[in-house]
């Protein structure tokens, strides 16, 4: 009996592995919210990393994070890095135009950036939609995948915050 439980045991596990190498590495995670602030509310709240922690949700959330700003804080090429429990990161403002901006992210040890993008797109009413997303891949090999299959779930509700926060950072009189 109990060669039998250590037999399917094994081969549960032998099939949690080899999904972990079948499986999609990337991930792919998107949130809007609705504002009536105008984009020259929002803009400077995007792209000027000073102002980041006025509506991020990672410090909110994680008391280790300390964010050291680099040597251009707002527009094109502005970066930040970051230490906490996990390793910190660092990223870096790659695309600044009116309503988007762009960056790329770094994990901990990470050799490939994670792409994201904030958008203020003005809809038909005169508000305008804010949108943050962000796609990469989870480089390790064999769990990869998993943490791939529930980034939504781990990153989603903090990109809901950051843009209920930013929305009322920007409505602000």
Not at 53 to 74: H, N, R
Not at 110 to 123: D, E, G, L, Q, R
């Amino acid at each position: 009996m109990v060669k039998k439980i250590l037999l399917g045991l094994a081969i549960l596990l032998g099939l949690v592995v080899l999904g972990g190498f079948l499986l999609p590495d990337r991930y792919a995670i998107s949130r809007s919210v609705t504002t009536r602030a105008p984009l020259e509310k929002v803009q400077p709240l995007l792209e000027d990393l000073t102002r980041w922690p006025e509506w991020s949700p990672w410090e909110k959330a994680d008391s280790t994070i300390v964010t050291t700003l680099g040597p251009i804080t707002a527009g094109l090429g502005a970066s930040q890095q970051w230490t906490d429990h996990t390793g910190g990161g660092r990223l870096e403002l790659n695309l600044v135009e009116p309503g988007r901006v762009e960056y790329d992210v770094w994990f901990a040890d990470s050799k490939t950036p994670a792409h994201s993008v904030m958008s203020a797109i003005p809809a038909p009413d005169g508000a305008l939609t804010l949108t943050w997303s962000i796609e990469g891949e989870m480089d390790m090999p064999g769990v990869g995948p998993y943490f791939a299959l529930l980034a939504g779930r781990m990153i989603g509700p903090m990109f809901d915050g950051g843009l209920e926060a930013l929305k009322v950072a920007a409505e602000k009189p």
